[in-house]
């Protein structure tokens, strides 16, 4: 029989609470990215002309082509980081298994063609409770989207659970 | 000037209209493609069957957030601006699953010049099953026009 852990805080996360990843820098955002993106996520209808229609873009408030909110810049990086294997993914029992709790966006500026987006990203809190899968851990990530004049795009609130 | 909906015109308890999506392989594929988001579990009935789901392959998660984003656009138009987002994964989108997504205005304030609507939302399959409970809140333009509007 597993004995309950009194907490599944471990020294890794003190260590790394609010400290701030070094930036991760998107390509510029392209007018086609923004196209096939609006495409996408409106299948089989066709999406807004705010993401491809320049001249439909000019007449409204942004002046221009925006993108999608959800929009990633940062996708199909050339060079990937091949994630380096969890310790605690292979053992089983308590705090080894996980889920994505869910995330919220704060949303501030329009990402635009040209757009050079950096990102950056911060364990910035936790809490545990005893529920009906045991004792388990969620833990806040931040992660700031930034534009190439330091405005802030949008932050996320994204929550992970481990029990 | 895509002015769909006026902050003056929104009442606390009126519903948004819904936003329907049947998804299967040719939208998940697609978003994969845009996003890079080419993982077994969502293309591989076999691998979706390894991860714990009997029905094979499933839908992506962030889909589902690009599609909450999607009926607060189609409701209140481009000039609009959501200012906040978020909702967590309750259930599997199943292949083939009609996705809906509600929402429902739950209060309306002013703050910082901005006319802002909150909204509790969901996406439902087809049997009525709520899979992604979430919040939102959109800014709104004001038929004053002394509103502001982010982005």
Same mark, same amino acid.
């Not at chain 1, 993914?89 to 635009?112: C, H, I, P, S």
């Given at each position: ?64 082509? #925006? ?18 294997? %969890? ?24 990402? %635009? ?29 931040? #992660? ?20 | ?58 839908? &992506? ?20 601006? #959501? ?17 809906? #997504? ?11 010049? &901005? ?37």
């Amino acid at each position: 029989m597993t004995s309950q852990p009194e907490t599944l805080v471990n020294q890794e996360m003190l260590d790394k609470k609010d400290q701030w990843s070094e930036p991760n820098v998107s390509p510029p955002v392209s007018v086609s990215d923004i196209r096939k993106w609006g495409i996408a996520v409106y299948w089989p209808d066709t999406p807004p002309r705010l993401f491809w229609d320049e001249e439909y873009a000019k007449s409204t408030r942004y002046g221009g082509i #925006v993108a999608p909110h959800d929009f990633n810049p940062f996708a199909w990086p050339v060079e990937r980081e091949v994630p380096a294997a %969890r310790a605690t993914a292979a053992g089983g029992g308590v705090g080894t298994r996980g889920m994505n709790g869910g995330q919220t966006d704060f949303y501030e500026k329009a990402m %635009r063609p040209g757009d050079v987006v950096s990102t950056s990203s911060a364990l910035v809190d936790w809490y545990e409770r005893n529920g009906k899968l045991g004792l388990t851990l969620f833990s806040v990530t931040e #992660v700031r989207w930034t534009n190439q004049n330091d405005e802030i795009i949008k932050k996320r609130h994204s929550i992970s659970i481990r029990y | 000037m895509a002015y769909n909906v006026y902050y003056e015109d929104v009442e606390v308890g009126q519903e948004i209209p819904e936003w329907s999506r049947q998804t299967d392989f040719m939208h998940w594929n697609r978003y994969a493609a845009i996003n890079d988001e080419f993982v077994y579990i969502h293309m591989d009935d076999e691998a979706g069957r390894a991860a714990m789901n009997e029905q094979g392959a499933f839908g &992506m998660g962030n889909l589902r957030f690009a599609y909450f984003h999607n009926a607060l656009r189609d409701w209140a138009g481009d000039e609009a601006y #959501v200012t906040k987002l978020g909702c967590q994964f309750r259930a599997i989108n199943q292949k083939n699953d009609v996705l809906t #997504v509600k929402g429902t205005v739950t209060a309306k304030r002013e703050e910082d010049g &901005m006319y802002l609507v909150d909204i509790e939302m969901n996406v439902e399959n087809q049997e009525g099953q709520k899979t992604a409970p979430g919040e939102a809140t959109i800014a709104l333009p004001s038929k004053s026009g002394n509103h502001n509007l982010p982005g």
